[in-house]
């Protein structure tokens, strides 16, 4: 492996003791040894189990919710209804004071996904709760379903979650996280190529080896304990404390020893219903996913929907980019609002584009709640800007790597979002890449450097348009085509880094000479 | 539910044990014996991370009847040394970072103590032959692979290798 500590001289002075050798996790001996401790192994007498019984409908009205039979089932002690939950709707984020609260832990007038919870029964063991949970009798009136983000957001769409009052949400009275920087319709007329490109991310279930779970205890003193394989200890202590109602230091969480979360093992879903279930049996009880719930119930990274839409000049460089992201949130929003954000911020990329314009909605739609998973939001972002980055190379008749190269940000330029970039390492890293791979790199993209040629013009905010609707946003607040995009004007371009070649144009591909592509949406499949 | 007598040794220790007649390995074992070192991914046979030895075979415990093992000999992953004297399995998973999460290692542990017995000399295809019924979602195998082959090379019994003879992931 190499280090190329000169790279960030300016920002770190210590001798990377750590990094670059082996070192042993403080937790292996007793991975290798069995004797580390997974939640499952906290087993305690008397413990109970609770069972789930679930929507079978993705959209139903709950006319009515019948316990009775469940509650005559052997080996029964408890069912939890909506009823017994102390604070009936929650939302995970607002922990960072991000509302509104939009999801029931048990459903009770409506359901909004398939495997949706109703109903909690807790029993002497797993299949005694599970059987008894197929005796939950409900009376569903079944509703339209919306599962597509574009569709949930035409006018007519069934309405998904009450507690937002539309299919999206809503971002400091803005329906989208916007990004907005330079004047990217001046950037399309500029550019002498306009490509427009739709990339669609399906939901990714973490599947750790483990399903998400814990036991929780009534202990001493009017405390409860709770051993839990959250990825978020203290997160979902206050999420359950919030849930029931209790001071937090009522809630003792042992946990720490996760078997596999990638972000699967943070929304918080069993620990405070094991919890309210300890508390009105006075018996532990256990809540785990099986590995079926765990694959359909557990919330999965979203489903990204991305249009890039990118202004790209014959000599490489990119002028303008103006992106639409549709963050699938599903039913409820757990972090999903988040991952939007996260999407927009990252929607540029590590490249310099003098002029960019995102939208990024949280949608959402009748499929099960999306959450936190492995980068969610930037994984999607970083699929769709480098199949993008190939398409334009391509068009422009560059080499992919030189290409990346070539926009990379260097020191001093001023990202989208308004920050200067600092210790950029892009560009070495591509070199570096190229150089493992045997890729050849001509000797003009060997010799740049982020630490030439940044800064100065790029350096600086560019001044906003005047006020309009903008690319995306026509007055019907619907998508209109960016106008002027096939019209060619010239003002000033923006400013090239030093050594962009002032000769000869690159070597064409067969695409390039189409000159100007229109959009390619609405050619695509939806 | 009819219940039936079952005799068997687990870990070097003789058992009688009382049984329902459906009663898995798994049950048995990890809900009753409090053998947690065996781990419950899937209960339906497809994560491996239940595996254990039975009369030197891998068997997944969650899809065996605890009635087919009268008069065996059963060994978990409690039966290898603990902190104080590791098996070089053992070792070879901590020095080649075999072990992330630690829910599947037990049972990889397992499926490879039982191909070392076999096959105390296995070609990289026959590791990858012996835990393909083993799920790993954190370390992607190739980690788990160094470390079976570095234990073979090791030579059979507990002598051990000098640990860290070769860096698995940096
Ligand atoms: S628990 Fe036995 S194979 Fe998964
Ligand atoms: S180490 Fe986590 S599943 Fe293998």
């Not at chain 1, 979360?261 to 405070?272: A, C, R």
């Not at chain 1, 600086?460 to 106008?483: C, L, N, Q, T």
Request: hydrophobic share 40%; proline share 7%.
């Amino acid at each position: 492996m190499e280090f190329r500590k000169d790279l960030f001289a300016n920002e770190r002075d210590d001798d990377l003791n750590e990094v670059g050798r082996p070192t042993q996790r403080q937790d292996a001996q007793g991975h290798v040894t069995g004797r580390s401790r997974f939640f499952d192994d906290y087993a305690l007498p008397g413990m109970l189990h609770m069972k789930f019984a679930r929507s079978p409908h993705h959209h139903a009205r709950v006319r009515s919710l019948d316990t009775r039979e469940a509650a005559q089932m052997p080996g029964v002690v408890r069912i939890l209804t909506s009823e017994d939950v102390p604070k009936k709707v929650h939302t995970l984020l607002i922990l960072l004071d991000l509302g509104p609260d939009d999801e029931p832990p048990l459903a009770f007038d409506k359901v909004r996904y398939r495997g949706e919870p109703v109903a909690a029964v807790i029993a002497e063991s797993e299949s005694a709760a599970a059987a008894a949970a197929a005796k939950v009798r409900v009376d569903y009136e079944p509703l339209p379903a919306v599962f597509d983000v574009e569709e949930a957001l035409a006018p007519g769409a069934p309405l998904v979650n009450e507690y937002h009052g539309r299919n999206w949400y809503d971002y400091n009275g803005y329906d989208f996280r916007k990004i907005r920087f330079g004047d990217v319709e001046r950037g399309f007329r500029e550019a002498d190529h306009v490509v427009e490109e739709r990339y669609q991310m399906s939901p990714i279930e973490h599947a750790p080896t483990e399903t998400g779970g814990c036991i929780a205890a009534p202990d001493t003193a009017g405390r409860y304990v709770c051993y839990t394989n959250t990825q978020a200890l203290f997160f979902s202590l206050e999420t359950a404390a919030r849930i029931l109602d209790l001071p937090s230091n009522r809630l003792h969480f042992v946990g720490g020893t996760v078997g596999g979360g990638f972000g699967g093992k943070v929304d918080s879903v069993h620990e405070p219903l094991a919890l309210l279930g300890a508390m009105l049996t006075q018996r532990p009880v256990r809540s785990a996913y099986s590995r079926a719930e765990e694959m359909q119930v557990s919330s999965p990274r979203g489903a990204e929907r991305f249009y890039v839409k990118d202004g790209v000049m014959d000599d490489g460089r990119i002028v303008a980019r103006y992106a639409r992201i549709y963050f699938d949130a599903g039913a409820y929003s757990r972090l999903s609002p988040y991952g939007a954000v996260k999407a927009a911020a990252h929607m540029p990329g590590p490249y310099y584009i003098p002029n960019v314009w995102v939208d990024a909605r949280c949608v959402y739609t009748n499929r099960t709640p999306s959450s936190a998973m492995r980068g969610f939001g930037v994984t999607g972002a970083d699929f769709a800007l480098e199949v993008q980055m190939d398409k334009l190379a391509r068009l422009v008749g560059m080499d992919p790597m030189e290409f990346r190269i070539f926009n990379a940000y260097r020191d001093g330029d001023m990202k989208a979002h308004r920050r200067v970039t600092k210790n950029a390492a892009l560009i070495e890293c591509v070199q570096a890449a190229a150089r493992i791979a045997d890729w050849p790199l001509s000797e003009r993209f060997q010799a740049m450097s982020s630490t030439r040629d940044g800064g100065g013009e790029r350096g600086v905010i560019p001044p906003a348009p005047a006020p309009g609707p903008g690319p995306g946003k026509g007055a019907s607040g619907r998508r209109v085509p960016p106008a002027g995009a096939e019209a060619a004007a010239t003002t000033a371009r923006p400013p090239a880094p030093a050594d962009a070649p002032t000769v000869a144009s690159p070597a064409r591909s067969p695409l390039a000479g189409r000159g100007r592509m229109s959009s390619l949406l609405g050619t695509r499949r939806r | 539910m009819s219940h039936v007598t079952l005799d068997f040794r687990l870990n070097g220790t003789g058992r009688t044990e009382l049984i329902a007649g459906g009663e898995t390995l798994l049950s048995l074992l990890r809900h009753r014996l409090d053998t947690t070192s065996i781990k419950q991914g899937c209960r339906q046979g497809t994560c491996g991370s239940c595996t254990v030895i039975v009369d030197g075979e891998p068997r997944l415990a969650c899809i065996t009847l605890a009635a087919t093992c009268d008069g065996c000999t059963i060994e978990t992953a409690e039966s290898l040394p603990g902190p104080g004297g590791l098996h070089p399995l053992q070792q070879a998973f901590m020095d080649h970072f075999a072990a992330q999460c630690g829910f599947c290692t037990t049972g990889m542990l397992m499926a490879a103590k039982a191909l070392l017995a076999a096959n105390p000399s296995p070609t990289r295809e026959d590791v990858v032959d012996a835990i393909s019924g083993n799920i790993c979602r954190c370390t992607g195998y190739q980690p788990i692979i160094e470390a079976v082959l570095a234990a073979a090379g090791a030579g059979p019994s507990g002598a051990g290798q000098p640990g860290g003879s070769r860096p698995g992931v940096v």
